[in-house]
């Protein structure tokens, strides 16, 4: 089942896909708030049933999607973890024996069809197409056998970067991932019956019709399962928290000369057997 987040008639609601129609959970269960409860309270089983026998309320033309948590605890992110990406860099370094970790907020990420702000403080605003994990129940140091039994569906984002401000500090990313809009989370969320998480997954990423990056979850240093137990360490995760799992080479940096985004650009991330989250960029006015 594919579940979202979304601005139905003016209302914040979730819900589930139904074709090209959209069923409103969240007007029909008034008991569960959002779709981090309903993943808290594991109920996407339960609401998935209820909702593949109802009719649409209306057409996903005639909603406003929100990235697909808009309210998550946690937004971990994973820098580098595509060999290829890895070898982008050219710094001679041998492969990292653990992965890069940085955290985003809520408000630099928007939902699908919904407009990228390029900065006035920058021109290097990137694309980074990755395929993201949402955590499905509590954990604290999970094994990695288990591992996906933590695991709530699979999503996409464009984990947009503001590259020169990324450079801003020594050993850290923080600035240049966290402008305001300047990334996407969605379109909705894959519940792991219709799609194997721990799968081969292939992420792409085209800019205005012109693929950029193109690779499988194959070519990860640290694979999903690794992931969810390396973190689980040190944090406790909880459900509806979201780990984007690193973004292929391609990247609008490592052109020469670089190719960043601007006015007009449309960015399309595709995963097969999740969909397209697609975003427009609009200049922000100083």
């Avoid at 920058?122 to 933590?150: C, T």
């Avoid at 689980?232 to 292929?248: H, Q, W």
Wanted: glycine share 8%.
């Amino acid at each position: 089942m594919k579940f979202l987040s979304c601005i139905k008639d003016g209302t914040s609601t979730f819900g589930a896909v139904a074709g090209d129609g959209f069923v409103d959970l969240g007007a029909r269960h008034p008991e569960v708030d959002d779709l981090r409860q309903a993943i808290r309270d594991n109920r996407l089983g339960e609401l998935a049933t209820k909702a593949s026998s109802e009719e649409a309320d209306c057409s996903l033309a005639d909603i406003r999607y929100l990235p697909v948590l808009p309210n998550p605890e946690k937004i971990i992110c994973i820098g580098v973890n595509y060999v290829n990406r890895n070898e982008e860099y050219k710094d001679g370094m041998a492969p990292p024996k653990y992965p890069s970790v940085f955290m985003r907020t809520r408000e630099s990420l928007v939902g699908h069809e919904q407009p990228l702000i390029d900065p006035p403080e920058s021109e290097q605003l990137d694309y980074e197409g990755e395929i993201v994990i949402v955590v499905g129940k509590e954990g604290r140091r999970i094994p990695e056998e288990n591992a996906h039994e933590y695991v709530a569906g699979l999503t996409i984002m464009n984990e947009g970067s503001i590259r020169d401000y990324l450079r801003h500090a020594k050993f850290n990313v923080t600035q240049g991932k966290n402008f305001e809009n300047s990334g996407a989370l969605g379109p909705w969320l894959v519940t792991p019956d219709e799609l194997d998480p721990m799968s081969e997954l292939r992420v792409m990423t085209r800019v205005n019709g012109e693929e950029r990056q193109n690779d499988t979850t194959n070519s990860l240093m640290f694979p999903f399962r690794y992931l969810l137990s390396y973190l689980s360490t040190f944090y406790r995760l909880k459900p509806g928290d979201i780990i984007a799992t690193g973004t292929p080479n391609g990247a609008g940096a490592r052109f020469d000369p670089p190719k960043y985004l601007k006015q007009g650009d449309v960015v399309e991330v595709e995963v097969p057997g999740i969909g397209t989250l697609s975003n427009r960029v609009e200049t922000e006015k100083s």
